[in-house]
């Protein structure tokens, strides 16, 4: 696992959009893998600038973003889709249907989840798949305990993941209960992963992992098998890792 240490969110935030753009200007095919939250929001601000002034284009790229929630509509500002279409994909000259999102609306979402993977397969596996962390090392929506083993599944989600995402929503009643998420097994088998960490509330879930066990009961933690992973935390967030390790 590489770490690139960074001042502060703005420079994670661009050190990730250059990384991403030189992939994406120099692969005639790409495949990307999106994530949501606080942490991606400079990154897509840096890509939705870089299009608007040097004309990247991106229908070159396919995207597959990990999460949804379930029973939240599209149109509604509290989904990821709303989430991606204002912050990234309105401001770029992507192609509509190479950018795929889980359905959290399906009547049948275990028929959604395999449906997910199978796109995935089909598109012939993410290139790079952009990741952040929860306080309690969740990737995409995998909570603690879930097996490394996990495919695209649906996931109800825990009391400290819907307290963190509840200033998004008017009340902590309206944070959705389920999810539906791209699967560990699935993150690891993208052949390359970038993971983003800003700030003091990623302290104890980069000492983790970055110096902790390898573990089911943290999620992150499985990033450690895999053999291409980047992760650009800024200072503060890497604060407890140093204090452990001084350089
Ligand atoms: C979002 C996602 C989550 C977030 C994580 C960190 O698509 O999959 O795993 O990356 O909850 O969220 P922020 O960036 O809001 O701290």
């Known amino acids: 696992m590489q770490i690139i240490e960074v001042k502060d969110y703005e420079e994670m935030s661009l050190k990730a959009a250059q990384y991403i753009l ?17 942490t991606p929001q400079g990154l897509y601000s840096h ?84 990741l952040g962390i929860g306080r ?12 490394f083993e996990s495919p695209t599944h649906v996931v109800e989600l825990t009391n400290s993941t819907r307290q963190a995402n509840a200033r998004y929503f008017d009340t902590i009643e309206k944070v959705p209960t389920h999810a539906i998420t791209m699967g560990i097994k699935t993150i690891l088998k993208s ?3 970038l993971l983003l960490a800003s700030g003091e509330s990623k302290q104890n879930a980069l000492v983790h992992l970055i110096t902790g066990e390898i573990t089911e009961q943290f999620p992150a933690s499985a990033l450690k098998h895999h053999s291409n992973t980047t992760v650009i935390a800024d200072e503060v967030a890497l604060h407890g890792v140093k204090q452990l390790h001084p350089r």
């Not at 993977?117 to 790079?128: K, M, S």
């Not at 309690?136 to 097996?147: C, K, R």
């Open 47 to 130: 890509l939705a600038w870089d299009h608007q002034k040097n004309n990247t284009s991106y229908t070159n790229v396919t995207s597959f973003n990990l999460d949804e929630y379930i029973g939240i509509p599209p149109s509604d500002p509290t989904s990821y889709f709303y989430y991606m279409y204002e912050r990234f994909f309105s401001h770029i000259d992507r192609v509509n249907e190479n950018a795929h999102i889980p359905n959290g609306l399906a009547s049948d979402l275990d028929e959604e989840c395999k449906r997910y993977e199978h796109l995935i397969q089909v598109a012939g596996g993410i290139d790079l798949q952009v």
């Open 136 to 147: 309690n090392g969740h990737i995409g929506f995998n909570e603690p305990g879930t097996s």
């Open 22 to 38: 030189n992939k994406v200007k120099n692969k005639n095919k790409m495949v990307l893998g999106l994530a949501t939250g606080s």
């Open 191 to 193: 052949r390359e992963i």
